[in-house]
């Protein structure tokens, strides 16, 4: 593959340093949301998480294109490695339509590689065009550790994507809570997520408005269930 320019990483590969498509359930139940960052048009807030030293971080951002488009792009596993750097190996294990369980390795600068298992889960509203997608650890479902890679447990989260205001564009968040294990010191990995989910957000935006026309048709798809 010719080499890519640097874009934001995965949603999982961001989430390694953060201690990660389409609220959470687990976390700090009724914890406020601080803010830690507004910049262009980006809003990153973050929340602590019961027991952990890391976490819960929410990017919210408003954009044109349609809830569907959006979509399209992060529904779209194959595509990644076309646009997210670092990442060595994606594999789908199983796809039912709405289910997947999706295996990755990433490589980690300065630190050993990581690997996990997700299984992500897709719900469509068509009448109302929201969009989620949540997703969750879940490495029982796929290869076992090895010793070239730190394994990541403690990995969940989810995508939002609905009209805005209006009902001209999308209101998008995205919500992640993980621990990247091994030996990332916390307050490394807490600045890293400050800086990187909201990148991360902006990069699947652009790569959703460079395929805008492939993914109108694909999207249709999706909101007749195929």
Known sequence: MPAAPRRAASP????LFAAVVIGIAAGAHGADWEQISDKGGLLVQRRPVAGSSSFEIRVTTRSPLSPAVI???LWSHRDYPQFIPHLKRLEILSDTGNDRVVYEQVAVPLAQDRDYTVRLQKHIDPAARRYEIFFEAANDAGPAPDS??????QLRGSWTI??????????????LFTEPGGS????????????????L?????????????TAIKRAADHDEGK
């Open 148 to 153: 070239r890679h730190v394994r990541v447990q």
């Open 71 to 73: 979509f399209d792009t």
């Open 12 to 15: 999982w590969l961001l989430s």
């Open 184 to 199: 990332i010191p916390t307050w490394i990995a807490n600045r890293a997520q400050r800086e990187s989910v909201a990148d």
């Open 201 to 213: 957000v902006a990069a699947v935006l652009k790569r959703a408005r460079e395929n805008e026309g």
């Open 162 to 175: 609905e009209p805005d205001a209006g009902g001209k564009g999308s209101l998008v968040r995205y919500d």
